[in-house]
């Protein structure tokens, strides 16, 4: 195995953790926030705009982790810098 | 090596300024928008057409979204801020046209968008409470937490720009990928899904531009009461 392929297996592995990683804490988050608003908008259903907007704008700061491990995993995929120090 | 097409491709440059297809889909988005708009609005009358009436509902709906979160007269934003959601939601739905290019799977562009929501609130800060007040705000609640307010000033903007770029690119790889495995039929629910998480999208964008805004205002406010 040359030095390339190396790298390349290695960035494979790395993204798909990574994926399999940083999917896995904001799902649970997502899960444990959609609970809580069920909840608060079961007990006060007439403030169910009020949480209903929280609850968007935070679901979007928690998703907003995951795709920064989607980001990564494309950068490592597609726009790897590591492969340009081997093949010059 | 189709897969790669998602990437946006350089069509032609003028001088340094390189021209791609998500810049071209923008305009034809904005085109699309201002005729719209012009059309529709050619004719005002207090018994509305069919249009009229589409386009009173939604700027009712975001001048009543804004009225909740923001404590001002919500007029003062409607202008960049409606315009702002229009663009984004329809350059987001843009990407279902077969031949045409999602615009906001492209960084530039997000990154253009975060930029004008970045300078939205300084804007209105600056205008609401005066440039004095407004920098006030910073050393809230001492002054060991001002670099923090920096730092969280460059990370928020990155971070809409970010977000926006990876969900809008997630949809077009998902249906693009399974197009390429499964053929025709799989790929429709993700394209309904991606209908979906499209508008969401172009609605948390701003709505997290009226949180960060209300939240340059509220620390004076809130010392004021």
């Known amino acids: 195995m040359d030095a390339k392929t190396v790298v390349i297996s290695v960035s494979i592995i790395a993204a798909a953790l990574v994926m399999a990683i940083g999917g896995y804490g904001p799902a649970k988050a997502l899960g444990k926030a959609l609970t809580e608003a069920l909840d608060a908008i079961a007990r006060q259903p007439e403030a169910s705009d009020k949480i209903m907007r929280a609850l968007f704008v935070g679901m979007a700061l928690i998703e907003s982790i995951a795709i920064y491990a989607f980001v990564i995993a494309l950068i490592v995929l597609f726009a790897n810098p590591l492969i340009g120090y081997i093949v010059k | 090596m189709k897969i790669f097409n998602i990437f946006p491709e350089t069509i032609f440059s003028i001088g340094p300024v390189q021209i791609t297809d998500t810049v071209i889909t923008t305009w034809i988005v904005m085109a699309a928008i201002i005729a719209i708009c012009y059309l529709s609005t050619r004719k005002l009358s207090v018994k509305p057409s069919f249009f009229q009436e589409i386009l009173e509902a939604i700027f009712e709906a975001i001048e009543k979204t804004i009225k909740d979160i923001l404590p001002l007269d919500p007029w003062l934003v409607v ?147």
């Open chain 2, 79 to 225: 202008p960049v801020l409606g315009t702002l959601w229009f663009l984004i939601g329809f350059s987001n739905l843009a990407g279902l046209i077969p031949g045409l290019k999602t615009p906001t799977a492209d960084l530039n562009t997000t990154f253009a968008f975060a930029l004008i929501s970045f300078s939205m609130t300084h804007v209105v800060g600056i205008a609401t409470q005066g440039l004095r007040g407004y920098l006030m705000h910073y050393k809230e609640p001492t002054w060991i937490l001002l670099p923090f307010h920096l730092i969280a000033e460059v990370t928020r903007t990155v971070a809409l720009a970010v977000r926006l770029f990876g969900n809008m690119l997630s949809g077009d790889m998902i249906a693009i990928i399974l197009l390429g495995i499964v053929g025709l039929l799989v790929p429709i629910p993700f394209s309904l899904l991606h209908i979906i998480i499209a508008l969401i999208q172009a609605y948390i964008f701003g709505v997290l531009t009226l949180v960060f805004i209300a939240g340059g205002m509220r620390t004076t406010s809130e010392k004021e009461a």
